[in-house]
């Protein structure tokens, strides 16, 4: 089961955790996609996916109608799936191959109330009704970038139209020194989404170092100090923005529209290596 896989867009691998017997790591082109404990799906190892779940766990109780924007190995969807029984998924990938492969190698048909949309993100969401998902999750990377179409206005309104008025989103994006990129997406959502927060580690808010930043967004209201606190308590003591220090963060930043000319960062290569 461990090694290299041909998918739709080019190869990937799957590596064993040799400390968790049930634990796979999901990489393409070197870069870690997915990681997945086949027997205890609430067990999360890479710090952003933590972070996604800290505003997970803190919307309200019950079953959740969930459109994942980006497949990989579905680690989200089997979290929720596990604490939130009676969920329901789509899951919308466009490498069809790489959704047969966690199919069959990492037992994604044991995830109930599952459904998957081959297709890019933008026409994937397009398939979805209007008003019928609590949560919406973009966590789409080519590689170790993601791709701009997923972070323009443009989207975004497609995105609050498949989302209930009191539904949330969750946005995985990954950038580096300046966070220039993070600041043009901020401004983005802040101009469809009322109420956003901005969750990292120290680090990689700053910009010092390349990394994961979460975006999490609402019409109706997020539970900012709740999540500060849990973020807060996590293994790398995550900062969660808001408010106007978020203003002060995006600092004039323009938000990104269809057609517009914007390079995703690409990490320096030590940061895989």
């Known amino acids: 089961m461990p090694g ?3 998918v739709t867009f080019g190869e ?4 064993r955790d040799l400390d968790r017997q049930d634990g796979w790591v999901l990489s393409k082109d ?5 990681y997945v404990d086949l ?3 609430t067990f999360l190892e890479f710090e952003y996916v933590r972070l996604m779940a800290d505003v997970i766990d803190l919307l309200q109780d019950g079953p959740l109608s969930c459109v994942h924007v980006g497949g990989g190995a579905c680690t989200i969807p089997r979290y929720v799936a596990a604490t939130r029984p009676g969920s329901r998924h789509i899951v919308i990938e466009p490498d069809g191959l790489l959704v047969n492969l966690v199919r ?5 048909r044991s995830v109930p109330r599952l459904k998957v949309i081959v297709e890019g ?3 994937g969401t397009a398939k979805v009704w209007d008003g019928s998902a609590d949560l919406v999750v973009l966590d789409a990377f080519t590689g170790a970038t993601m791709p701009v179409e997923l972070a323009t206005a443009e989207y975004m309104g497609d995105i609050a139209r498949v989302l209930r008025p009191d539904g949330t989103l ?3 994006l990954a950038d580096g020194k300046g966070l220039a990129f993070a600041r043009r997406l901020l401004a983005t959502v802040t101009g469809t989404f009322r109420h956003v927060a901005l969750l990292a580690e120290p680090g990689v808010m700053r910009g010092r170092r390349f990394g994961n930043l979460i975006v999490a967004a609402s019409r109706t209201g997020l539970p900012v100090d709740l999540l500060a606190r849990r973020a807060a308590g996590g293994l790398t003591q995550a900062r969660c923005v808001h408010g106007e220090a978020l203003t002060n963060f995006i600092a004039g930043a323009y938000p990104i529209k269809d057609g517009d000319s914007v390079l995703a960062p690409v990490p320096p290569p030590a940061v895989f290596g």
């Open 4 to 6: 290299l896989y041909p």
């Open 12 to 15: 990937v691998e799957l590596l």
């Open 30 to 34: 070197g870069v870690p996609q997915s």
């Open 39 to 41: 027997k205890d799906p």
């Open 104 to 108: 069959e190698q990492l037992e994604l």
């Open 121 to 123: 993100g933008r026409e």
């Open 170 to 172: 969750l946005i995985n």
